[in-house]
T-cell receptor, first 113, second 113 residues
């Protein structure tokens, strides 16, 4: 069974500092991996995704993530955080040709001025 | 505008009173899915549908029903709601399957008394 672990429930960073959100997954084959962001009171929006190919993927809002098969990780990074990045972030894994989707428990990001 | 809509957005009901939350998408997507979001538990998949008349259980299907009679609609039915179904519900759709980018509705906040 597939699973996703986001070890950090809550992270606080200063505006302008770098950010890394961790995600570890368990999946039998090559996974389809996603990062979504949820702003307060909103639905989820896709930040980036990995299916195959280059293991470093670029997303919207200056985010990037790196797929590391050996570590079963798909960590999200941003070199300089903006106050508007404060939100909840979800890592997710999807089945290649089926319907199951599994989300992590989420990481809440607080940005200090 | 491409979107997923849910109705109602907010609902307060009492234990045992049947209710339906509607979900509709205008993107001609084959895949649709329902999730519930609870604090500290991330998003958990309730049911998904790969196409019309094709539905399957997610991780937490107990107490819920779905139907997919038309491609654009995927209603979630609670035949006898209980307080433990108080939650924030999201509908999502994607072009073909769970391994693709999902587009989320705005959410339905349900309180069962």
């Amino acid at each position: 069974a597939q699973s996703v672990t986001q070890p950090d429930i809550h992270i606080t960073v200063s505006e302008g500092a770098s950010l890394e959100l961790r995600c570890n997954y368990s999946y039998g084959a090559t996974p389809y991996l996603f990062w979504y962001v949820q702003s307060p009171g909103q639905g989820l929006q896709l930040l980036l995704k990995y299916f195959s190919g280059d293991t470093l993927v670029q997303g919207i809002k200056g985010f990037e993530a790196e797929f590391k098969r050996s570590q079963s990780s798909f960590n999200l990074r941003k070199p300089s955080v903006h106050w508007s990045d404060a939100a909840e972030y979800f890592c997710a894994v999807g089945e290649a040709n089926a319907g199951k989707s599994t989300f992590g428990d989420g990481t809440t990001l607080t940005v200090k001025p | 505008e491409a979107q997923v809509t849910q109705n109602p957005r907010y609902l307060i009901t009492v234990t045992g009173k049947k209710l339906t939350v509607t979900c509709s998408q205008n993107m001609n997507h084959e895949y649709m899915s329902w999730y519930r979001q609870d604090p500290g538990l991330g998003l958990r998949q309730i049911y998904y549908s790969m196409n019309v008349e094709v539905t399957d259980k997610g991780d937490v299907p107990e107490g819920y029903k779905v139907s997919r009679k038309e491609k654009r609609n995927f209603p979630l039915i609670l035949e006898s709601p209980s307080p433990n179904q108080t939650s924030l519900y999201f509908c999502a759709s994607s072009l073909r399957r769970g391994g693709e980018t999902q587009y989320f509705g705005p959410g339905t906040r349900l309180l069962v008394l």
